[in-house]
């Protein structure tokens, strides 16, 4: 690293240090309520795939597995493309302004997307093209808004508050997921699927609006290089143990909700029929209590997820979330009527680790990133979960066709298992990794 970009990062890190004093906790609030947004879109628009796909498009029931995951799997390697590079941009630019394109472009895309019909018949091509490509366009919006978001949750706060600060943020992303499975996945009953899929579209605008008004821009000028900092962040990964183990995380821990999500409502959907003889529309509003759940059991556990990481340290608490999650997605195997209470139990299970999962590894990423490339290193960090993603639902989906709908969740299950026993072995060799309330010292995890 040269001199001039040495005193060029050193200048951005303590004017850093400078600003996120003189944040307020209005402006704490103001992050919290985009966050809320962001994921009231991006949920709603993932939990009414499967009924669009059945109710508008007329999908089989002998595709739903394959089609559902497949359309997921797309947009993730489409998001793929960009994640890394958005990350290194944010650092260049800011993280304000991606996420208001972002959001723009999704809840324009959302908006245009019940006029698939009309677009088919202006451009000729087939409905499910066009399908897959509005939901492209849409999770390519996701992905301008949701890195750079944690990316800017590690701008406003310092390593010592920063657990908790993210288990807030973490808090309001289980609150979005929450309300849309409990509340407006019942509207398609009462007002049909193209209107739920405009309000997801009029979310999208209004958080344009809150991001361009009540954002405020923490970066610097910290990188004067044109190209991203593969050495600098390549450097990192082999010396930091701690960030291994969170980008392995990352691979499994950004997919657990998408599979949940996903799978569950097109488990509800496509087997209403056969398992309970009602309406696929009944069937998604029942999914969606049962999802919404789930997001309930994660709401009320980051809080404590947050202080627990504070207390023990990042590694241990990592260790912990997934023996909890990898019991709990295998012990949906157990169940064999998604309409049963029953499944209450292992969802119970599910969402208290999956909190933790979701929480501590970016939280340990952020720790580790340097300020100069800490969009950068987030943004490999969301790469290696856009892989994590589409393998699990490309294999869940084919298991959910081929095997059964429990498969995809006791395959994550096991999955969850392994990594728990590699985060063991990290564990005893950083000898319970950092506790940021005593120790500050991130390079011994």
């Known amino acids: 690293m040269s001199v001039a970009r040495e005193s060029v990062n050193r200048a951005g890190m303590e004017a850093n240090a400078t600003m996120v004093e003189d944040l307020q906790g209005y402006h704490h609030n103001a992050l919290y309520l985009i966050v809320a947004i962001v994921m009231i879109f991006l949920t709603m628009v993932l939990a009414l795939q499967p009924l669009y796909l059945s109710r508008v498009l007329g999908l089989a029931r002998e595709n739903a597995g394959f089609v559902n995951a497949n359309i997921q799997a797309i947009t993730e390697l489409v998001d793929l493309l960009f994640v890394g590079y958005l990350g290194y941009i944010s650092d260049r630019i800011g993280r304000v302004p991606l996420i208001v394109y972002g959001f723009l472009l999704a809840g324009i ?110 970066v610097q000028p910290k990188i004067v290089d044109r190209s991203f900092p593969f050495k600098d962040v390549w450097a990192l990964v082999k010396r930091e143990q701690g960030l291994r183990l969170s980008f392995f995380s990352a691979f499994t821990a950004r ?53 627990v990481t504070a207390r023990i340290g990042r590694v241990p608490a990592i260790v912990i979330g997934l023996l909890i999650s990898g019991i709990g997605f295998a ?15 292992p969802i119970t299970v599910i969402g208290i680790g999956q909190a933790g999962c979701v929480l501590v590894p970016q939280t340990l990423a952020l720790d580790l990133a340097p300020e100069e490339i800490r969009g950068s290193v987030l943004g490999v960090f ?24 429990t498969v995809p969740f006791i395959f994550m299950g096991i999955v969850n298992l392994v990594l728990f026993g590699y985060a063991l072995t990290i564990m005893k060799v950083a000898q319970g990794g950092p506790k940021m309330s005593e120790d500050l010292d991130l390079s011994s995890i």
């Open 255 to 307: 997919n657990d909700m998408v599979v949940a999500g996903l799978f569950l409502m097109t488990w509800f959907v496509y087997f209403a029929d056969l398992l309970e003889k009602t309406s696929h529309e009944q069937a998604a509003s029942r999914a969606g209590l049962v999802i919404g759940y789930l997001g309930f059991v994660v709401l009320v556990s980051i809080p404590i997820w947050g202080r």
């Open 382 to 405: 969301n790469t290696i979960g856009c892989f994590g993603v589409i393998f699990f639902l490309q294999v869940g989906g084919l298991l959910f066709d081929w095997i059964g709908p």
């Open 331 to 345: 012990s949906m195997g157990l169940i064999l009527n998604p309409f049963s209470w029953w499944i209450l139990l």
């Open 109 to 218: 895309t959302a908006l245009l997307a019940p006029f698939d019909r009309e677009i088919s018949a202006l451009i000729g091509l087939n409905l499910l093209v066009i399908f897959y490509l509005v939901r492209i366009l849409m999770s390519l919006g996701g992905t301008l808004i949701w890195p750079q978001i944690a990316t800017l949750t590690g701008d406003y706060t310092r390593p010592e508050d920063r657990p908790l600060l993210l288990a807030n943020v973490g808090f309001m992303m289980a609150f979005g997921v929450m309300i849309v499975y409990a509340v407006f996945m019942q509207l398609p009953e009462q007002i049909g699927v193209t209107k739920t899929m405009w309000m997801a579209g009029l979310f999208a605008l209004a958080g344009a609006w809150l991001a361009r008004n009540l954002l405020v821009e923490m």
